[in-house]
């Protein structure tokens, strides 16, 4: 490998890497932005994120790119918006129907889920018992954020929890199908960025009241769209297609940690035994799942050898 060749892998895995930390702030601006309809919000979010990446590519001269991205199959259009519209509509309403660290926890079950998905779904994949047993450990994690009880489905924070749980299965399904269009350019992100903004703003016209609501705060719902519902879509994708995919894989796995540290510091939730707990089994779920201390370890053999 050339070293100019390195240096890029070497930028985008950077650029791939910062989308953790944007996405850590998700759960913090989402609270913040106060009592936002979802639809609204969903729509407001992915309109600022759409619209001002149309204007960097167009900036950029990628005008041939996005025309055609717009071109993309429809099951490119079905996809992107789905997955985008879906997983965000998800997470709001768990955000807002949930203690806000359970409910990000849970939902940030996906990249646990993708790594069963993609042994199921993919191509010269397998499922394999440790990716079982990353996936006990992860579902141990979500089950003590329900309640006292245990799985608690006859709780106040049902909705919510259910909510945030759809969310990690649409995030995982859309990240696992996104590898069987990986031909789409990055640009069609824009568009389905834009898309999802129409749908959700349909829905809100349709479903929910009309008006801006009292206690909603502007400047957090522009800093989701600009960065956790934004730029982290176009910096997670040029890191998976032109970095290191297995190390910011497992740096996605210390998301839900990260998303709670900052809660925790804004004061949004408290750090008790219980909430750091679930989310250890989580993230270390997540990495036995992967596989990555399996190979870790027989690498550690054979320098020995």
């Known amino acids: ?34 009592p936002v309809p979802p639809f609204l919000l969903t729509a407001l979010c992915f309109g600022l994120a759409g619209g001002l990446a149309l204007l960097v590519f167009l900036a950029r001269g990628d005008g041939p790119s996005l025309a055609e991205a717009f071109r993309q199959p429809p099951a490119g259009w079905l996809l992107g918006v789905g997955g985008l519209f879906g997983y965000h ?4 309403i768990a955000q807002q129907n949930a203690p806000a660290a359970n409910a990000g926890l849970i939902s940030y079950l996906w990249p646990l889920l993708i790594v069963i998905l993609a042994g199921l779904v993919l191509p010269g994949e397998r499922l ?35 909510a945030a749980l759809l969310a990690a299965f649409i ?5 696992v199908a996104s590898r069987l269009l990986a031909r789409i350019p990055t640009t069609a992100v824009a568009w389905n960025c834009l898309g999802a903004a129409a749908l959700a703003l349909a829905c809100h016209l349709a479903w929910e009241p009309v008006g801006w609501p009292e206690g909603a705060n502007l400047w957090a719902i522009l800093a989701l769209g600009l960065g ?15 970095g290191r995919v297995r190390m910011l894989g497992l740096l996605s796995y210390a998301t839900p940690l990260f998303s709670t540290l900052v ?10 035994p219980t909430l750091l707990l679930a989310a250890l089994l989580i993230c270390g779920g997540a990495l036995i799942g992967s ?8 690498a550690s053999r054979h320098s020995t050898e």
């Open 1 to 34: 490998m050339s070293a100019a060749s390195t240096a890029e892998t070497h930028r985008a895995t950077l650029w791939g890497a910062s989308t953790v930390l944007n996405w850590a702030t998700l759960a913090l601006f989402t609270q913040w932005a106060g």
């Open 89 to 92: 509509l998800c997470y709001f």
């Open 263 to 272: 809660l925790i510091a804004a004061g949004l939730a408290t750090a008790s």
């Open 171 to 175: 995030w995982s399904g859309y990240s």
């Open 228 to 242: 956790p519902v934004g730029s982290a879509f176009f910096t997670w994708d040029l890191g998976m297609k032109r």
């Open 128 to 162: 394999k018992a440790i990716h079982l047993l990353g996936g006990i450990c992860g579902f141990l994690g979500a089950a003590l954020l329900v309640g006292p009880d245990g799985l608690d489905w006859a709780g106040e924070y049902t909705p919510g929890y259910l």
């Open 291 to 298: 596989g990555a201390l399996g190979r870790r370890a027989s």
